[in-house]
């Protein structure tokens, strides 16, 4: 993406609908190419944390986490609600689904 308001640095970005299917296709094929390679290093770095985390380092990254959070880290409180799926994202997630249930079952009643 262009920095900054500078018009010159937007002239050569051309919207994907104005370009040919051939580059579109092309562009396609890079992407996708590009995911493969990002998945598979991000792979790789998961088993090679999950090898290197044992049970002892792992209770010593949460006893620091919960003590950074009762210091009042705002990201590592965040961390922590997200861990135990305490997080406002996921709250207003399990509420939505609630009332999309109580919907449906609404609609099904004849409401």
Known sequence: ????????????????????????????????IASGRARAFNKTIREN??????????EAIAKRLIQMAEHGNLKAI??????????????????????KRREIKLREQGW
Request: overall charge positive; charged content about 30%; glycine content about 4%.
């Open 49 to 58: 944390v999950a090898e290197l985390c044992t049970p002892d380092a792992l």
């Open 78 to 99: 965040m961390l922590l609600l997200d861990i135990l799926g305490e997080s406002p994202r996921y709250q207003l997630q399990k509420d939505m689904l609630e009332l």
């Open 1 to 32: 993406m262009p920095r900054g308001d500078n018009p010159n640095s937007r002239a050569n970005l051309i919207p994907v609908t104005r370009r040919t299917k051939k580059e579109q296709r092309e562009l396609c094929r890079k992407a996708g």
